[in-house]
């Protein structure tokens, strides 16, 4: 009887944490990034995503949006949950990240937990002077460009550079790269790689040494992780799970050799 009553308990809890039937919102930026997320809802993010909402008993109900909105959005909790998100410490207050429980002296969100990770690189004009050797840039005589909410501001703004976060869209900021207005582009390796293979490629060229390597999660908002947080560690222990299966990583080795040049 004893024995009955513990496995009754166990099989309680366990449904309690799943809370099967659940749904949860999460809201993505409104540009497709490949091979982590196109707009029809393609990619290996949601791949990752709907593998741990299967084996939580949860579903996502996905929406895109501009990015600077979607981050709005988490920190209102009007939505469950955003991705993919990097960390920061200004980021703190948008949500809830794996491994951070705001107490800590210098807190990082634990990279375990990840959905993947990625690169920010130079873009620069052909023929321009504008060196970054991983530590400090040299030659150059005007702003770097990055998209609106991007967290790679905050590092450009830590090396004292002049910065432009006037562009919500890739292509915009390369644009105004073009153009001259600015004297630098950080992209995503895996923009970069994409850009560099259109018709711009001509007109630029990559330097070899990367701005940043960043991890990027699932933040939930703060009030799910106040009313669920068993749920919550469970979502991101799932994610761990499946990042790490083989099944994964082999989708996720060939999506990422398939892509030449990239930068991630």
């Known amino acids: 009887m004893r024995r009955f009553l513990l496995f009754a308990l166990a099989a309680c809890s366990a449904a309690a944490q799943a809370a099967p039937g659940e749904r949860i919102t999460l ?3 409104r540009q497709e990034v ?3 997320r196109t707009l029809d809802g393609g990619g290996l993010n ?4 709907s593998e741990a909402a299967r084996r939580t008993g949860v579903s996502f109900d996905f929406q895109s949006m501009p990015w600077k909105r979607c981050l709005e959005q988490l920190k209102a909790n009007q939505v469950g949950g955003a991705f993919a998100v990097s960390f920061s410490r200004d980021r703190m207050s948008l949500g809830a990240y794996p491994g951070v429980s705001g107490n800590e002296a210098e807190p990082q969100a634990d990279a375990s937990k990840r959905m993947h990770t990625d690169t920010y690189v130079l873009a620069r004009l052909r023929g321009s002077r504008v060196e970054w050797d991983g530590k400090t840039f040299r030659n150059l005589d005007g ?8 967290s790679v501001g905050d590092f450009l703004r830590a090396q004292g550079v002049q910065t432009d976060d006037g562009s919500q869209r890739s292509d915009e900021l390369v644009q105004k790269l073009i153009a001259g207005r600015l004297a630098g582009a950080a992209l995503g390796g895996n923009d970069a790689a994409r850009l560099m293979r259109g018709p711009y490629g001509k007109r630029l060229e990559l330097l070899p040494v990367p701005l940043v390597e960043k991890p990027y999660f699932l933040v939930l908002s703060s009030a799910l992780a106040a009313s ?6 469970r ?9 790490n299966s083989p099944a994964y990583r082999k989708r996720e080795q060939q999506a990422t050799s398939m892509r030449p040049g990239a930068a991630y």
């Open 27 to 29: 809201c993505f930026e």
């Open 34 to 36: 490949r091979p982590w």
């Open 46 to 49: 949601f791949e990752l995503l």
């Open 143 to 150: 702003r770097i460009g990055f998209q609106l909410g991007y």
């Open 228 to 233: 669920r947080p068993q749920l919550v560690a």
């Open 235 to 243: 979502l991101w222990e799932a994610i761990e799970a499946v990042r």
